[in-house]
């Protein structure tokens, strides 16, 4: 923390820049491969949220859920702050995020396509597109986190 000696000698500006710097979003993460899934999951989750509001509402609290989850991740990821909670294995609450998602939006989609209402039918829809994205990002988060270990302790 600042001492009141040295929050006195700094311009106001930098006091809340130095104050907020613990929270300063990564552009660089934004815009790599994983920041792109990440907002494409956001966008996507918001996209089923809408139509499961604006037809089936009774499937819109799963659709909210992944939709906080999700952000929860894209801004532990895009603050760096992931890295202070180092006792978490982020690699694999991330998988089973996925996972998880997958498994709830298949289940969900297709429980609301029963309805045969339009907006059930675009959530269905966006529902399998979304649920695509999710098995890549799972996929890429196995093969760059998970199976290098596996395939390390098979040469040895």
Aim: overall charge negative; charged content about 15%; aromatic content about 14%.
């Amino acid at each position: 923390m600042l001492s009141a000696r040295d929050r006195r000698d700094r311009t106001p500006e930098e006091g809340v820049v130095a104050e907020l710097q613990g929270f300063a979003v990564d552009k660089a993460f934004l815009t790599s491969h994983k920041g792109i899934l990440l907002e494409t999951e956001l966008a996507l989750t918001l996209i089923i949220f809408i139509c499961f509001t604006a037809s089936v509402s009774a499937y819109m609290a799963a659709a909210l859920l992944e939709f906080f989850i999700t952000l929860a991740f894209l801004f532990l990821y895009a603050t760096q702050y992931y890295q202070r909670l180092n006792r978490l294995n982020w690699p694999c609450l991330d998988f089973l995020r996925c996972v998880s998602a997958i498994i709830i939006f298949l289940v969900v989609s297709f429980a609301a396509v029963t309805s045969r209402d339009g907006a059930a039918i675009a959530a269905f829809v966006f529902g399998i597109i979304l649920v695509s994205v999710f098995a890549y990002d799972a996929f890429k988060i196995y093969r760059t986190e998970m199976a290098p270990g596996a395939s390390q302790g098979d040469q040895q």
